[in-house]
């Protein structure tokens, strides 16, 4: 009962955070120049008024007249009070909104356009990154200051060192073809091969994997050395406790004193990251998008942002804090499968 109150009272407190991260934000991004109205007038600026009938003249005013007729347009001549009400009700957080940059698509149309990209991406990442992490860190722990160790961090922490767009590159060099003296084995951009759809299934499936390969492998590498030296961490850690002597003193052989008690609680720091399983279906970096020439959602916020386009950015905000103030409530229910005794 404890434990079904907390989460309760959580899912009640999700909300009003919810609606402070999103106003705020609103607010915020309705304040920065250079907004629609502010292109708006830019362009007839540039083009000239002009009357009916007539050449428009470049340069020419814009009146106070044309200026609030805009303003109504976008719907900037509303308190901002207001203005937040019909984001969140009417336009449902944003999603049912018009995009400024392309009017005929809707903030949740261009989201689904990219959607499929970010959470192959964003799966492919999380899975392989504890997939190769714990079990890496397990054996450098039980490895503690061996040869094994202390190649393996020197490997981790060179990998940590390069920047993700910058090994993607280097990827790209070395494994696509992009100079003549290494391999062209893997596609340098793109998720796809031109001739795709003329592929047989089992063509097309080792297509995707051929051109998602580098740049999931840049994903990994963001969170690799941080995972791994938490794990080998958090076992040592375990592993110097009081109950893990006390199995080995009772005739226990290390591995059941590892596998069968230490193991579990050292899963308790790591199960911080698995409410994160949410977030990644909206995972994108900006600047691998960018090396590798991927439609995926960091480039389609870059653009949002950039453009002053506030309902794509609005849109992409809403669905990422949901989706990560559930992520902390699925984070506490890890802990709680993980290690029962845990009393919030």
């Known amino acids: 009962m404890e434990r079904l109150n907390y989460f309760l009272r959580r899912l009640l407190l999700a909300v ?25 007038l830019a362009r007839m600026r540039g ?7 007539q050449r428009p003249q470049a340069g020419a005013s814009v009146s106070l007249e044309q200026r609030k007729a805009l303003e109504a347009h976008f719907g900037f001549d509303r308190p901002l009070p207001q203005r937040y009400w019909t984001w969140l009700v009417r336009d449902k957080m944003g999603l049912a909104a018009r995009s400024y940059k392309y009017p005929n698509k809707t903030v949740g149309r261009l989201i689904r356009e990219r959607f499929a990209v970010s959470l192959v991406f964003g799966i492919s990442g999380f899975v392989l990154t504890y997939l190769i992490c714990i079990p890496l860190g397990i054996a450098k722990a039980l490895r503690h200051g061996s040869v094994f160790d202390a190649a393996s961090s020197l490997i981790v922490f060179t990998g940590y060192a390069i920047p993700a767009f910058a090994f993607g590159m280097l990827l790209k060099v070395l494994f696509a073809g992009t100079s003549d003296r290494f391999w062209d084995l893997l596609p340098a951009a793109g998720i796809v091969s031109v001739n795709y759809e ?28 941080v995972l791994t030296l938490l ?7 375990q592993i110097g406790q ?26 308790i720091p790591i199960a911080t990251g698995f409410g994160g399983v949410l977030g990644i279906l909206f995972a994108g970096s900006v600047l691998i998008e960018k090396v590798f ?45 993980i290690d029962p005794r845990i009393q919030f």
């Not at 083009?47 to 009938?53: F, V």
């Not at 794990?231 to 850690?237: A, T």
């Not at 949002?304 to 992409?316: L, N, Q, T």
């Open 242 to 267: 009081d109950y893990v002597r006390t199995v080995l003193a009772k005739g226990g052989s290390l591995r059941r004193a590892v596998w069968g008690h230490a193991f579990r609680n050292a899963l």
């Open 47 to 53: 083009m000239g008024a002009g009357d009916a009938g």
């Open 231 to 237: 794990m080998k961490n958090s076992l040592l850690e």
């Open 198 to 225: 003329l592929l047989s299934p089992w063509g097309q499936v080792k297509d995707l994997a051929a051109h998602f390969l580098l740049p999931v492998a840049c994903y990994v590498i963001g969170n690799f050395a």
């Open 16 to 40: 009003p955070t919810f609606l402070g991260i999103t106003f705020a934000c609103f607010a915020l991004a309705q304040a920065v120049p250079g907004g629609p109205v502010e292109q708006a």
């Open 293 to 337: 020439e991927i439609p995926g959602m960091g480039r389609l916020s870059l653009d949002a942002i950039v453009g002053r386009d506030y309902m794509v950015f609005m849109g992409i905000l809403a669905v990422t804090s949901l989706l990560g103030l559930l992520g902390r409530l699925l984070s506490d229910a890890c802990y709680l499968w």
